[in-house]
């Protein structure tokens, strides 16, 4: 009879044991097969990033400049490409006497071929493969341009990729100029004067200065001691000065190599600008790319209208820069470093700003301070407060990106 009982109790522990393997197995085999169809755990990696931190301002350039204007009426050939230094005496034109668009518009175009020719010379150590590269980064820079609608600085840098493919050419076909084409077009260019009849007068300037060939109407008014005198209070009667319409004008020169640029603005956007500071800035659209250095000589402030007339100096032309007199510039006012993240990633536990970093398989809070924005990214640093309950995010933590249901100490895979 014990013997039965015995072998009872051991059946049924055998059964038991039977039964909580067999449950553990098919719980182990279940979460790997919902484990197997669940997306895993997205995470981002917390990397350093810097932020230009820019500002766009429209206004105007404040020059000392004047009208260059012939004696007569007619077909006008130009000698001084736009920003050209011009001496005391200088013949800047030639008017002839028979007016004809077409022969202007032509002349200027043989002149601008000679340009390009005369410019379009090679080496023998010159390879096409080297031009190929020169030729390639330039189209893709015009592209970028011309997305950006920078037409200006796409037209003014159609000659030098001219010339980089005439030289492409030349180097390809052994030669080292093309003499015998620019020949031709001063075959052209002599026969196209000779039916105009002469000059009729020819236009010299008694100042020295810097050639420019349009005239814009402002010549004489927008003015660097104008510029001296602009505050919030006056700066749209200022701007808003008269144009004058010149009928015979060839261009204009620029006198003094000082210039100013003039905006007004809001104090929210002005803040952080500072009367004796310098600042690299760029001009949108203009033919002239390059950054320049210009110093923000005084800033006007007006409380009560929340307003503020920002006034840059430079007294730095640079080489085929446009003084067309209203221009957009583009101001770096600083430079930010932080480490990125995803602005999604970011939310607030407590009162304080953070992020889910994942950590050994769990989900950990890490506290952010955010310092910048852009393109759907925050620049935060760890500066978060002694008082703070959290810690601070790090260099190369790992962020979760795809699970909302987050909390300290979940297990995430």
């Known amino acids: 009879m014990k013997n039965t009982e015995k072998h009872d109790a051991t059946f049924k522990r055998k059964v038991i044991i039977s039964t909580v393997l067999s449950v553990i197995a098919v719980v182990y085999i279940i979460y790997h097969i919902v484990k197997a169809f669940a997306p895993e755990t997205q995470l981002y990696v917390v990397t350093y990033a810097e932020y230009d931190d820019t500002e766009i301002f429209s206004g105007y350039i404040f020059r000392d400049d004047a009208p260059i204007l012939s004696s007569s009426v007619g077909t006008v050939e130009r000698h001084f490409s736009d920003g050209e230094k011009m001496n005391v005496g200088a013949t800047v034109a030639d008017v002839y006497k028979v007016a004809s668009p077409e022969a202007e518009e032509r002349l200027k175009t043989i002149n601008s071929l000679l340009s390009v020719l005369e410019k379009s010379e090679v080496g023998e150590s010159i390879t096409t493969e080297s031009l190929d590269a020169k030729i390639e980064a330039l189209r893709l820079e015009i592209a970028s341009k011309t997305a950006q609608g920078e037409l200006i600085w796409v037209n003014a840098h159609k000659e030098e990729l001219s010339v980089l493919i005439n030289c492409r050419e030349l180097a390809a076909k052994g030669k080292t100029d093309f003499s015998s084409e620019a020949e031709v077009l ?3 260019r002599a026969e196209l004067i000779s039916s105009l009849g002469g000059v009729e007068s020819s236009v010299t300037t008694d100042v ?7 005239c814009d109407g402002y010549e004489g008014k927008l003015t660097t001691a104008l510029a001296m005198t602009v505050t919030t209070e006056n700066f749209d ?7 004058t319409e010149y009928a015979n004008a060839v261009g204009a020169i620029v006198t003094n190599f000082k210039w ?3 905006c007004k603005t809001t104090l929210e956007r002005a803040e952080g600008l500072y009367s004796g500071g310098n600042y690299d800035c760029s001009f949108i659209g203009n033919s002239c790319p390059e950054e320049m250095s210009l110093s923000l000589l005084y800033k006007s402030i007006n409380y009560e209208k929340n307003e503020a007339v920002l006034c840059f100096s430079s007294s730095y032309i640079p080489s085929g820069f446009d003084m067309t007199r209203f221009q ?11 480490l990125r993240v995803p602005s999604s990633t970011v939310r607030v536990i407590d009162g304080q700003t953070c992020v889910y970093i994942f ?13 910048g924005e852009r393109d759907g990214s925050y620049l935060v640093d760890g500066n978060v407060g002694d008082d703070c309950k959290f810690a601070p995010i790090a260099l190369n933590d790992l962020l979760i990106l795809d699970d909302t249901n987050l909390y300290e100490g ?3 895979g």
């Open 328 to 338: 957009q510039m583009k101001v770096l006012c600083a430079k930010c470093t932080g």
């Open 410 to 412: 979940k297990i995430v």
């Open 260 to 262: 100013y640029f003039i």
């Open 208 to 214: 020295s200065g810097y050639f420019f060939s349009y």
């Open 359 to 371: 950590k050994k398989g769990i989900a950990r809070v890490r506290a952010v301070n955010i310092i």
């Open 186 to 188: 001063k075959t052209e």
């Open 237 to 243: 009667e200022i701007t808003s000065a008269e144009k």
